[in-house]
């Protein structure tokens, strides 16, 4: 069974509000997390790395006042898109990892964000 | 830096035919080779996985050898089934140290289709 859970799944919206997406890893301690965007037919996009309990590490060109990471606990991490709007419409994928799982990131089903 | 290149798609095949998704990398070191597979509003599924050179990683039919020598992970089914349809994303990572795994570096991803 899933190991990442990743909520809502869907989400729609209007032009200027904020949008929360948890990642939560179900049965293990993650002491990193991942979050990617993916555009249809593309590959995943790193947007940033969060370590719980430090700031988030953003990847070149990422802005980190529109996207706003929160890594509070060992088993949450929050994607908070700020103000968004249709261009911000997207996928959003989480994945979450630690030193002792077998593979190096378990992934969440991915959130679909549509700003109209 | 580190890199993956695998081959463009769509690929499209009738079901029982054999599969080659043609999947190169560049990075220092000894990467861990790894196939992942998304299936349509999904995330991220690990499908195979190699760690050192000449290791060959299976699952479910598919196979991938780790070949130093031409820096390639090619993914094979000898039979394939219209459930295959999906995205497959050849990544390799590199061990960061410190208390979690580095980052994943991934293709462009290959559209997969069998038909009946």
């Known amino acids: 069974g899933a190991v990442v859970s990743q909520h809502p799944s869907w989400v729609i919206c209007k032009s200027g509000t904020s949008v929360k997406i948890e990642c939560r890893s179900l049965?293990?301690?993650?002491?990193?997390m991942f979050w990617y965007r993916q555009f249809p037919k593309q590959s995943l996009m790193l947007m940033a790395t969060?370590?719980?309990?430090?700031?988030?590490?953003?990847e070149q060109g990422v802005e980190k006042d529109k996207f706003l990471i929160n890594h509070a606990s060992l088993t949450l991490s929050t994607l908070t898109v700020t103000s968004a709007h249709p261009e911000d419409s997207s996928f959003y994928i989480c994945?979450?990892?630690?030193?002792?799982?077998?593979?190096?990131?378990?992934f969440g089903d991915g959130t679909r964000l549509s700003i109209l | 830096g580190n890199s993956v290149t695998q081959m463009e798609g769509p690929v499209t095949l009738s079901e029982e035919a054999f599969l080659t998704i043609n999947c190169t990398y560049t990075?220092?070191?000894?990467?861990?080779l790894f196939w992942y597979v998304q299936y349509p509003g999904e995330g991220l599924q690990l499908l195979l996985k190699?760690?050192?050179?000449?290791d060959k990683g299976s699952n479910k039919g598919f196979e991938a050898t780790y070949r130093k020598e031409t820096t390639s992970f090619h993914l094979e089914k000898g039979s394939v089934q219209v459930s295959d349809s999906a995205v497959y994303f050849c990544?390799?990572?590199?061990?960061?140290?410190?208390?979690?795994?580095?980052?994943?570096?991934f293709g462009q991803g290959t559209i997969l289709t069998v038909h009946p």
């Open positions: 190699a760690t050192k050179a000449d």
């Open positions: 990544a390799l990572i590199r061990y960061a140290g410190g208390t979690s795994y580095g980052k994943l570096t």
């Open positions: 990075a220092t070191g000894y990467p861990s």
């Open positions: 994945s979450a990892a630690a030193l002792d799982r077998p593979q190096p990131q378990h």
């Open positions: 049965d293990f301690q993650a002491t990193t």
């Open positions: 969060s370590n719980e309990g430090s700031k988030a590490t953003y």
